[in-house]
């Protein structure tokens, strides 16, 4: 038991208390009394001087124990705090996250690997839906991503990366490729209409995505050419000027301008027909 008299002495010697400070009454006080009495520094010098460091390394070890049961009770709480404070300190935090990278490398890439192998199928979902969340920023991402290596290896390197990364991974492309057309029916047939107009160096008019989803609601439409009323699963959008007129290399609109409801016969009768021969073959033009 630590007896006051030696708490007292300690102070004294080290300058902590002047000996006028304290009395004789003051020595039957308890002990836990007079050593609340004393400055909280000093008073952490008398302990260590007086239990050695064994016991103070207990006591730390216990307020740090009950800290973690804490965060362990309280993690929503927790969690709220250093997402708030990360937000309000984001050059901070990002010096701290370099520094720490850059002096424990090989720790952060095991547990990263392992966190990943453990979590593999939540990780791939997350990733999943922040792409489809942010697409433009997917994109901008991979871009980026596609610049830097091309700088870093060179183009020819690049070029024959991708050639070689292709055919690895064809059959798993040709599938993945092939459940999007599926699924995308409608974005797959304007992606092959703006590949087929960009082919033909035609000139970009006014786009028609919302045209052909109107005529799309309706069961029926009227065929622009033959007049003739159609279910609308044999719709063709067709060039009243074609973009690859036979035996001309003249430039034309690829836009509202010039497109028009065809039924399935008529369009394919027309073809890349240029409008004066097509009218010849055709006794049913529009006046």
Known sequence: MLDNSVIVEYAILNGVVSERDYHEPILSRPPMQLRLSLPILPFALVWRETFGSTNMDTTHEK??????????????A?????QAWRRAHPEKCSAYGKKYYAGHKEQVLQRTTANNHINKEKNLLRAKLRRLENPEKTREIVRRSYRRRKLLIGEEAFSLEAHQRYERDKVKHAKLMSEWWKNNKDKSIEYNRRKRARKANAIQGTPYG???????????????????????KHLHVDHILPLNPQGKKSRVIDGLENVCASCSKCNTRKHNKPLGRWANESSSLPL
């Open 63 to 76: 307020k740090l124990e009950a800290g973690r049961r804490w965060r362990e009770k309280n993690k929503e």
């Open 78 to 82: 927790v969690r709220a705090y250093g």
């Open 210 to 232: 919302d045209w052909l989803k109107e005529l799309k609601r309706h069961r029926e439409f009227t065929c622009y050419w033959c007049k003739k009323k159609t279910p609308i």
